[in-house]
């Protein structure tokens, strides 16, 4: 029985039950017929204390039950049926303490809300000033054109990094509502590769793809975390080959980005996708935000991402599972 676990009950009995016996015999030498009343008695006792016991067990139980659903987010749980002495007292701070999570976790959504709605009237603040300089440089290319590509390119780059810091708190604030579909692992990639083939292509960089399987996955959010992962790899090679390889089985689907260039310091590699971290091989530019935002992601759908160096440069590999891991 579950309830001789009990170190109460355990003690109660170890105590009880022989002085029950010796009470018993001693009265049984006395009178026989008191002798049987009293085993009689003793047992009738022992019994009613095991079935109140047992009731007071299970109450607790389910009460340990309801504990465990207010953990895990649930409001609706119903106190009114614990009132049997301590227990009540423990469903009163139990209600107390359900209501004021409730409370703390309203207002901590409501917080995050507010900074995402500052961050965005932020973000558009700056992209409305960005977008007027941007016409205003093409209209001046003319006059110096490698000035206004020095200045086009930094403007360029302020406006991605308002974009994903915008993203990125949409993310802490679990506001993204991701909307996952099955596609192909060829049409990812091909969609996170696009808007690199440009700088590549003058860097003189080239892409080789070799994918088979599908995905299930935000395919708009999971191109964002890809690209971010091959930008990274164009800035810290020079000419010469980036492949990805991607494949799919039983548990996840998985894409492997190698590159061809120095790799990654040893001490980088435990901190390369934490927020605004800049590695030993940074550049100036560098602010540490893509890769975060990539990870973010990436752990937001199920999945893991990692780096390490192999004999020919720096390895990511990114596993999107199919289930709960």
Not at 83 to 112: F, I, P, Y
Not at 200 to 228: F, P, Y
């Amino acid at each position: 029985m579950n309830m001789l676990k009990n170190p109460e009950l355990r003690r109660v009995l170890r105590v009880g039950a022989p002085l029950s016996i010796l009470v018993t015999v001693l009265v049984f030498i006395l009178n026989r017929t008191a002798g049987f009343l009293t085993a009689g008695l003793c047992l009738v006792l022992g019994l009613l204390y095991i079935l109140d016991a047992r009731k007071r067990y299970r109450t607790m139980a389910r009460l340990v039950e309801d504990i465990n659903a207010v953990l895990h987010g649930r409001t609706d749980i119903r106190f009114a049926h614990y009132t049997e002495g301590e227990v009540s007292l423990l469903r009163s701070e139990l209600k107390k303490m359900t209501l004021r999570l409730t409370e703390q976790a309203q207002q901590l959504q409501d917080e995050k809300l507010q900074l995402v709605q500052a961050i965005a009237d932020i973000s558009h603040q700056l992209r409305t000033p960005l977008t007027t300089v941007n016409l205003l440089l093409a209209g001046l290319s003319a006059h110096a054109p490698d000035t206004m590509y020095a200045l086009q390119r930094q403007v360029s780059r302020m406006d991605w990094l308002v974009n994903a810091l915008l993203k990125l708190t949409r993310l802490d604030a679990g506001t993204v509502r991701f909307q996952p579909e099955r596609v192909s692992l060829r049409t990812l990639i091909d969609r996170a590769a696009e808007p690199l083939a440009i700088p590549m292509e003058l860097k003189g960089q080239t892409l080789e793809i070799s994918a088979s399987g599908e995905v299930r996955c935000d395919l708009r959010w999971t191109a964002e975390a890809l690209g971010n992962i091959l930008k990274n790899c164009t800035e810290h090679m020079g000419a010469g080959r980036i492949t990805v390889t991607a494949e799919e089985n039983a548990m996840y689907s998985l894409l492997r980005v190698r590159d061809c260039g120095s790799g990654i310091d040893e001490r980088d590699l435990p901190h390369l996708f934490e927020r605004y971290y800049k590695g030993a091989n940074a550049s100036e530019q560098s602010v540490g935000i893509g890769l975060a935002l990539s990870r973010s992601i990436i752990t937001a759908q199920n999945g893991t991402v990692k780096a390490a160096n192999y004999d020919g440069g720096a390895e990511f590999s990114i596993k999107l599972y199919k289930g709960i891991v």
